[in-house]
Structure formats: C-alpha cells, structure tokens
T-cell receptor, first 109, second 114 residues
Framework: GQNIDQPTEMTATEGAIVQINCTYQTSGFNGLFWYQQHAGEAPTFLSYNVLDGLEEKGRFSSFLSRSKGYSYLLLKELQMKDSASYLCAVLDSNYQLIWGAGTKLIIKP | DAMVIQNPRYQVTQFGKPVTLSCSQTLNHNVMYWYQQKSSQAPKLLFHYYDKDFNNEADTPDNFQSRRPNTSFCFLDIRSPGLGDAAMYLC?????????????FGPGTRLTVL
C-alpha cells in the first residue's frame, strides 16, 4: 500500500527553527509537495521537490532524499502566523497525489 | 486575480436531503478535483475531471456524483447525505495532469449534516 508518515503535532517557539519530517512509501515517485493549511482554510502550496537536495524559498526550505523516501520542511525565524498544519504529499506513478495527514505546528511566544 | 471559488463556504443540510456544492475557476485549468477532508485527516480525493474526462476513485461512494458542464464550473452532488459525510469539501485545479502538478485550492465548503 501507499503510505505517507509525518508527526501529528509539533510545538516550537517564536523566532526559532523547526524541522517537519515526512517519510513515504508510494507506487512510483514524480515529486513531493509541501502545503500549508490554516485551520478551517484550504491548503496553499509551499514547495515542490523532485530531485535530491535542498530547495530554499525565503524562511522556508524543503529537502528531499529519494533513496531514503524522506523529506523535511524547515521553517526559520518562526512567526505566530506560521501556526498551521503542514501537509506532505507525493505524486505517484499514476500522477495521483498521495497525502499525509498533516503535522499541526503550534508556535508559542 | 485568477482564483478558485467555492460556494457556499458553509452549508447545512438535513440527513438524507440532497445537496449540491459548487466550484468555479478563472485559471482556465484543464483539471478539476474534489476532495473530502475531515478534521486532522489528509484530504481524500473523491474524483477528478481532465477536461470532460471523468475519473472516479474506486472507494468513492455512489452517494457522491459530479458534473462539469464547462471548463470553469464543477459541481459536487451528495444525493443522500449521512452524518458521516459532514466534512470540509475542497475543490482544486491544476493546469495539466502529470509531472509537475501544483494544485490550486478553493477556500472549501464546510458541510454540516443535521
């Protein structure tokens, strides 16, 4: 079966750095997405990785290792508005998005 | 601004009373998706359209139907809503299907079944 694993919940402090991990086992791989979802709102696109390595975009970076079936999202200089769920999703061999359940990130002052 | 619009944002229906949720897009994307998302769970794909080509997920109940009368609009019909169908329903679009496939989401419709 296809499976995406990510922690259910994480807590971090404003101004700090947090890393949210995602491991996956899917039928094929055509890229990995990270989405941010605030409570009661729709997911919004953060990043896409299809090659190994680190992609940096402002305060957010995303890393991929295809051989390990592993990705992480790194958030720097945390702000209160970063409190949200972060969803990892993999595009499988049929180009279907397989979603993780999301990691709820709580930022404390 | 190009966007994905869902109406209504909040919908309340009675147990067993048919309900229709609507989605429109100004992105001129070929692909439209309907997802069901329950609290603290991953979005669950119900079906998607590639142009007029309808693709139903194997585990989508028959209670859920969809229509796409033109490129811009897509509807989700729930024929006889049950209490278990209470959820957020997300509409999404993508320019094409396959390879890089960023999906753009609407704000969602939160369905309550009484």
């Amino acid at each position: 079966g296809q499976n995406i694993d990510q922690p259910t919940e994480m807590t971090a402090t404003e101004g700090a750095i947090v890393q949210i991990n995602c491991t996956y086992q899917t039928s094929g791989f055509n890229g990995l997405f990270w989405y941010q979802q605030h409570a009661g709102e729709a997911p919004t696109f953060l990043s896409y990785n299809v090659l190994d390595g680190l992609e940096e975009k402002g305060r957010f970076s995303s890393f991929l290792s295809r051989s390990k079936g592993y990705s992480y999202l790194l958030l720097k200089e945390l702000q209160m508005k970063d409190s949200a769920s972060y969803l990892c999703a993999v595009l499988d061999s049929n180009y279907q998005l397989i979603w993780g359940a999301g990691t709820k990130l709580i930022i404390k002052p | 601004d190009a966007m994905v619009i869902q109406n209504p944002r909040y919908q309340v229906t009675q147990f067993g009373k048919p309900v229709t949720l609507s989605c429109s897009q100004t992105l001129n994307h070929n692909v439209m998706y309907w997802y069901q998302q329950k609290s603290s769970q991953a979005p669950k794909l119900l079906f998607h359209y590639y142009d007029k080509d309808f693709n139903n997920e194997a585990d989508t109940p028959d209670n859920f139907q969809s229509r796409r009368p033109n490129t811009s609009f897509c509807f989700l019909d729930i024929r006889s809503p049950g209490l278990g169908d209470a959820a957020m329903y997300l509409c999404a679009t993508s320019r094409v299907r396959g390879t890089y496939n960023e999906q753009f989401f609407g704000p969602g419709t939160r369905l309550t079944v009484l």
